[in-house]
């Protein structure tokens, strides 16, 4: 893709998951990435299986915490001078879907911390490096941003408020800098986890069939929506949410 490659990009929460999708994808073409993540195992297992290890930095990262991001974003542009995108990927959801009068405070704000003001910290020190570049924000939401399971509040509202976050930013930051929003739906990301944790997905047919565009996603389908999104073909692009769920928020479901 035009100006993808020689491109140094930090992507956080990038050592698992749809995370380590991207960073994969990215480092086959030819970019430079910093892997910010709190987990230093699954970092270490990146380091150690992923490839162009000179074109990759892992740093423990703890996005809820403003002097770990200062040093994040110190230490990638120490390594290569200079940081063409943000992707803020790291997120945390509540697998058990607990009910809101259960919910903690302590849980709702490690929630929000963690998937929406991590986003506007990474961005708070990544936009003068970025302004220099005139780089990009990419801002990995959720389709749980624009419809709900039962019990998912936190989740949905910092997803939701980070799809807000991005438009904002994109009319704050622009024409220098600009910001978009990726919105996925179901990913399977067994396979992506680090070495201990990882798993062979266990899908059924209907797993795959009830997407209208025939299967359940991987972390690939979203990390090409990202290179494109800061490749200069995109340069008319900003301010959007881009939905990669195979079509399901468009579904009508009824019981039946």
Not at 52 to 67: N, Q
Not at 196 to 221: C, E, I, M, N
Request: proline share 4%.
């Amino acid at each position: 893709m035009q100006g993808l490659a020689q491109q140094v990009v930090i992507v956080t929460g990038g050592a698992q998951g749809i995370g380590r999708g991207i960073v994969s994808y990215l480092l086959d073409r030819e970019v430079s990435v910093v892997i910010a993540d709190k987990d230093a195992e699954a970092g270490r297992d990146c380091l150690a299986e992923l490839s162009s290890p000179e074109r990759l930095l892992f740093m423990e990262t703890d996005v809820t915490d403003e002097s770990s991001v200062k040093s994040c974003i110190a230490a990638a542009v120490n390594r290569f001078q200079r940081i063409n995108a943000l992707v803020n990927n790291a997120g945390i959801a509540d697998p058990g879907r607990t009910p809101i009068e259960e919910t903690s405070l302590a849980r709702w704000q490690q929630i929000i911390g963690t998937n929406l003001t991590g986003s506007f910290l990474l961005a708070k020190y990544a936009v003068p490096h970025l302004r220099l570049a005139h780089g990009n924000i990419i801002n990995i939401a959720s389709t749980r941003a624009l419809q709900s399971e039962a019990h998912t509040e936190a989740y949905s509202a910092s997803k939701g408020g980070l799809m807000a976050l991005t438009h904002a930013l994109a009319v704050s930051l622009g024409p220098a800098i600009r910001v978009n929003c990726i919105s996925p739906g179901w990913i399977e990301v067994g396979e992506w986890q680090k070495k201990k944790s990882r798993r062979t997905p266990a899908l059924s047919a209907q797993d795959h069939t009830q997407h209208p565009a025939g299967r359940v996603g991987t972390p690939h389908d979203v990390a090409a929506m990202v290179a494109f999104l800061i490749s200069g073909e995109a340069g008319f692009i900003t301010g959007q949410n881009f939905v990669i769920d195979g079509g399901m928020t468009r579904k009508m479901i009824y019981a039946e």
